[in-house]
């Protein structure tokens, strides 16, 4: 009825209709009352209309209370309706096992008109304070969930700025970084799902390497221009000035990582992989000369896939070669430049690194022809 708009509705459930018209005298003035006579109809009016409350009786036909109770509590739309037993049954144990099906209190016949009213308004509080609660707690976990989100972004889009401060005067600028991302993480996502891999490659793990990758060669930034954009081969001298920017890379995110507090975080992987994606599985690289597994993962993963792109990529000073060349060449190098398992997960996701190279580098010409 009109009148009844805006007022809580309390459903009572209960066989007999002197007591539904009892309950109904009782609560008619500050609640909607609506009545179900069996459990059965019970679960279908409570799933229509979504009462605020439920008073509910235990010896019924068809469904008793407890089994109605327990029907209830295991739907997840309606568990959270406060339920109050108002039976003839007054034994500790039947007052114990309503309690015990999720009831929120159990009231016995013959009812008592204040009783009622007060354990209905009180309940009724109770419950709209928990709405409250749970509608404020979803609202700011939402919130987190957004602003992690931007943060993450924002991240991502710092970390691809300054790994392209250092390839800036790269015709290929930004994109390298991209295929970069994207091959690691096929990589390490592959090696993830192999049980030597498997407690190292974490979710976790996978994401900062992953979004720590643009910073492998931040220390160029450090490399004067001769040096760098050199398009001969460098001398003796000149290359160990060139080495020089994985340890200037290193010591960069060094001191930012220092900065926020020196937790294990995604600098904590930049750097290992800035300083040491350079190595080889043979002990033949530098900065260290570090060999097999004293070479951080992340890098022996950088290694390779730093490899590829610069191989089939065209430079000032060298042209691409095919895929099929970048692959045969990385294959041979196996058990010395690169990790054994690193190059098997390469030669399976071939194809992916091909699908893309040809995506990412078809990308760059339709965006100058736009």
């Keep these: 009825m009109p009148q009844d708009r805006g007022k809580a509705v309390i459903m009572i459930v209960d066989d007999t209709q002197d007591n539904i018209a009892l309950v109904h005298e009782i609560l008619k003035d500050e609640y909607r009352v609506i009545a179900a006579t069996d459990g059965a109809k019970a679960l279908v009016a409570a799933g229509r209309t979504r009462p605020d409350l439920i008073l509910l009786d235990v010896m019924m036909p068809v469904m008793d209370g407890y089994e109605t109770c327990r029907r209830l509590k295991g739907?997840?739309?309606?568990?959270?309706?406060p339920i109050l037993f108002l039976t003839a049954k007054s034994a500790v144990?039947?007052?114990?096992?309503?309690?015990?099906?999720?009831?929120?209190?159990?009231?016995?016949k013959p009812v008592s008109p204040?009783?009622?009213?007060?354990?209905?308004?009180?309940?009724?509080?109770?419950?709209?304070?928990?709405?409250?609660?749970?509608?404020?707690?979803?609202?700011?976990?939402?919130?987190?969930?957004?602003r992690?989100?931007?943060?993450?972004?924002?991240?991502?889009?710092?970390?691809?700025?300054?790994?392209?401060?250092?390839?800036?005067?790269d015709d290929d600028t930004g994109r390298h970084l991209q295929r970069a991302k994207?091959?690691?993480?096929?990589?390490?996502?592959?090696?993830?799902?192999?049980?030597?891999?498997?407690?190292?490659?974490?979710?976790?793990?996978?994401?900062?390497?992953?979004?720590?990758?643009?910073?492998?060669?931040?220390?160029?930034?450090?490399?004067?221009?001769?040096?760098?954009l050199k398009p001969g081969p460098l001398t003796a001298e000149e290359y160990e000035v060139m080495k020089k920017h994985t340890t200037l890379g290193r010591d960069a995110l060094l001191r930012a990582e220092r900065m926020m507090g020196g937790a294990e975080n995604f600098l904590s992987?930049?750097?290992?992989?800035?300083?040491?994606?350079?190595?080889?599985?043979?002990?033949?690289?530098?900065?260290?000369?570090?060999?097999?597994?004293?070479?951080?993962?992340?890098?022996?993963?950088m290694a390779l896939v730093d490899a590829y792109d610069a191989l089939t990529s065209?430079?000032?000073?060298?042209?691409?070669?095919?895929?099929?060349?970048?692959?045969?060449?990385?294959?041979?190098?196996?058990?010395?430049?690169?990790?054994?398992?690193?190059?098997?997960?390469?030669?399976?996701?071939?194809?992916?690194?091909?699908?893309i190279s040809c995506r990412e580098r078809n990308y760059k010409v339709v965006k100058r022809n736009a």
């Design 75 to 81: 739907n997840k739309s309606l568990r959270d309706i």
């Design 93 to 108: 144990e039947d007052e114990e096992k309503g309690l015990a099906l999720g009831a929120v209190d159990y009231i016995v």
């Design 114 to 146: 204040p009783i009622l009213k007060a354990r209905v308004k009180s309940h009724l509080n109770l419950k709209r304070a928990q709405d409250i609660l749970r509608d404020r707690n979803a609202f700011l976990q939402a919130e987190i969930e957004r």
């Design 148 to 169: 992690t989100r931007d943060i993450s972004t924002m991240q991502e889009a710092s970390i691809m700025a300054l790994g392209a401060l250092a390839e800036m005067r």
């Design 182 to 228: 994207l091959y690691i993480k096929e990589l390490a996502q592959y090696l993830g799902q192999r049980d030597k891999f498997a407690g190292i490659l974490t979710p976790e793990k996978i994401n900062n390497i992953v979004i720590s990758s643009p910073l492998h060669d931040i220390g160029k930034i450090g490399i004067p221009d001769e040096i760098l």
């Design 269 to 301: 992987c930049a750097r290992e992989i800035a300083y040491s994606h350079h190595e080889k599985w043979d002990g033949s690289g530098y900065p260290q000369g570090l060999a097999g597994e004293e070479i951080p993962l992340a890098a022996r993963l």
């Design 314 to 355: 065209q430079r000032i000073y060298k042209a691409a070669v095919s895929h099929e060349k970048a692959v045969a060449i990385i294959e041979a190098d196996s058990g010395t430049h690169f990790d054994p398992d690193v190059v098997a997960a390469f030669l399976a996701l071939k194809e992916k690194f091909r699908e």
